[in-house]
């Protein structure tokens, strides 16, 4: 779980360093180049975060095939090239000039949304203990806010206004924290009245409580 998750930090990295040297490049043409090479990142990095998801729930070979799609899309992309480049208030942005690509790429995104949250939920619905149940909350709730909510929400703001502020990388970072807190999150015994539970086979006295730390 934790090689995935690495790697979607990774992504995110590579894909908001991408982002910026395409926003600030001196020419564009140098623009665009960082465009076609970084956009790959981005249709990466999304895989991994589902298969993170998947490796919570069962980890598995198959989740790899997670990764299929955004190959295919970032192949596409430095194939096709298929973004037209112009200036804008915060550098230069960029449209998609093939509407097929951009329904791809829009279908794509959609299904890794639907995905996570369905495994999430799953992971709530099923979990064997209060803790893991707390973590997989928190982490659903990271993910719903900054990547279903937010991110959409600049996205839509962007394609309305081009000189909207290109606020997706500052959001992608915050989600990658977020996330990575739920994930690490560790509890700690505290004696106060509180449900017991059965965590892994062994046992917790009722009057204890978990607490974050």
Request: with cysteine.
């Amino acid at each position: 779980m934790y090689r995935s998750f690495f790697f979607y930090g990774f992504f995110v990295a590579l894909w908001c360093l991408m982002a910026f040297f395409h926003r600030n490049a001196p020419t564009m043409e140098l623009s665009k180049e960082f465009l076609d090479f970084g956009a790959t990142f981005g249709f990466i990095f999304p895989a991994f975060l589902l298969i993170t998801f998947l490796n919570l729930k069962k980890s598995s070979k198959f989740n790899s095939f997670a990764l299929v799609p955004a190959i295919v899309l970032g192949l596409v992309a430095i194939l096709l090239r298929p973004f037209e480049i112009f200036w804008t208030d915060f550098g230069w942005s960029y449209n998609y000039t093939n509407s097929y690509f951009f329904a791809a790429t829009t279908l794509v995104n959609v299904g890794y949304i639907i995905s996570n949250l369905i495994v999430g939920v799953n992971l709530i619905r099923t979990a064997q203990t209060a803790v893991l149940r707390r973590k997989y909350n928190l982490l659903l709730l990271s993910y719903v806010l900054f990547y279903v909510v937010f991110l959409s929400i600049s996205n839509m703001l962007l394609i309305s206004n081009v000189d909207y502020p290109p606020l997706g990388g500052i959001i992608s970072i915050l989600a990658f924290l977020a996330i990575a807190r739920a994930i690490t999150l560790q509890y700690k015994p505290s004696s106060e009245n509180v449900q017991g539970y059965k965590k892994e086979g062994d046992h917790v006295d009722s009057k204890t409580k978990l607490t974050a730390v």
